[in-house]
């Protein structure tokens, strides 16, 4: 068997950072900043009106109590429900303006942004209700077959993935923002953004 000239190539190849075939690098798409709208929470987290609760019957038969008893959860459904759009329409308009004032200052929002900064917003919202009610009502209830997991649990976690996209998207968190860039130019007697 011959034996060739060349070197073998290594096992592990090194990385190198930065841009070392000084290839162009685009910059993107570039949207001019707007001062976003506010939304009306009220069409995201409509008024739900809880009917009179249901009263019970006087000596009803088992029926009549199985029928009564489909009434109360239903109505419980629905004072939740009221409950949660309340809590929901306060905490979102209170994210909002914690959020954007910042946001279109250090990243230059759009109007392409907002659907994306609204369901942000409903979407810390609707966490912060899955932790208020985990805490009201505690992680292990009562199932079918005895104690289970609070199926609020899943629908937290759910919701908890899905803020952490949100905040990379919109550059909330240290590690993000650095791979947001400020918009340019801005007012020429501004010293600085907190100024």
Same mark, same amino acid.
């Given at each position: 068997?011959?034996?060739? !000239?060349? #070197?073998?190539? /290594?096992?592990?190849? =090194?990385?190198?950072?930065?841009?070392?075939?000084?290839?162009? %690098?685009?910059? !993107?798409? #570039?949207?001019? /900043?707007?001062?976003? =709208?506010?939304?009306?929470?009220?069409?995201?987290?409509?008024? %739900?009106?809880?009917p009179a609760k249901p009263r019970a019957p006087r000596g009803a038969d088992d029926e009549e109590l199985r029928e009564y008893r489909r009434e109360v959860d239903a109505w419980q459904r629905v004072k939740l429900a009221s409950e949660a759009a309340d809590f929901s329409r306060a905490v979102a308009a209170r994210e909002w303006a914690r959020v954007v004032p910042v946001l279109q200052v250090a990243a230059g929002l759009s109007a392409v942004d907002r659907s994306t900064t609204v369901d942000y917003c409903v979407c810390v919202a609707r966490l912060e209700w899955c932790e208020r009610r985990l805490s009201a009502e505690g992680l292990i209830t009562m199932g079918q077959r005895g104690p289970c997991r609070n199926p609020l649990t899943t629908v937290a976690t759910q919701y908890r993935t899905q803020l952490k996209a949100y905040i990379g998207e919109l550059g909330l968190s240290p590690s993000s923002r650095g791979r947001i860039a400020p918009p340019e130019g801005g007012d020429p007697d501004d010293d600085g953004v907190f100024d």
């Open positions: 068997m011959a034996v060739s !000239g060349r #070197k073998p190539k /290594p096992a592990l190849e =090194v990385v190198r950072e930065g841009n070392p075939g000084h290839r162009p %690098v685009r910059e !993107g798409v #570039k949207v001019p /900043p707007v001062e976003l =709208v506010e939304p009306d929470w009220a069409e995201l987290f409509p008024v %739900v009106k809880v």
